[in-house]
């Protein structure tokens, strides 16, 4: 890792997890429920930095209901609670997201709102940070070979800093990401994106950027994708 104040750092990371899946029989009304639980334990050091040597116990689960083939409500609660092993300090996060998985199969248009919040608690120095992610994933099929897709973000993030003037610094940021494809081949697709990024607050920017990309996808075989982005 290339960190600006502090020059090159070899971290290692291991990561040992265990989940299960499960479905349960149909419910009248109610459809499929999937529950997906996970746990986490995670192991980082670096011999260049003795802040990076941290243990992570991180618990997810995932929740699924489906009361028809074209609609599924999804939500996720993420924690984890880390602690640094060589030098003082940990941290605590509360993540919630929910989602609605839509599709109108005689438009042959999918729709995915999105919601997303979290809270990172850090001690000693006690901060707090937290996030609000709201965004909605769209496309649909122009023609057979033709589909058109975009993404639209909205991220406000707050810094809670007792002590320090502005004690609550804020940003915002604002994402759209459009991209074009096209079935050129069977299994193989060539798309051309469009983005563009603002953000006010803790770093101010103007971003736009120009994709393009070719993917061959054959499932179950191979899923390779090469492009270039401006």
Partial sequence: EFETRFGFK???LETHAVNALYTFPRAPLLGLLTVNPWYKR???ESNQDA???ENRDQFILN???QPTDDLEYFFQFDTF???KTRTLGSSKLKLYKAQVRMRFPRLRLFVIPSFEYSVTDYDPSDYEFSKRDYFVDWGFDITKRLRASSKEQIISAETSQPGKVPSNPDAEVFN????LSYELFPDFDV???MDYSRAVGLNAFN???LRVEAELFKPGLIRSKIGYEW
């Fill in 10 to 12: 070899n971290r290692n």
């Fill in 42 to 44: 995670v192991i980082q």
């Fill in 51 to 53: 802040g990076t040597f």
């Fill in 63 to 65: 929740l699924s209901l």
């Fill in 81 to 83: 609670d880390a602690d």
């Fill in 176 to 179: 759209t990401f459009n991209t």
């Fill in 191 to 193: 798309s051309f994106g």
């Fill in 207 to 209: 971003n736009v950027g």
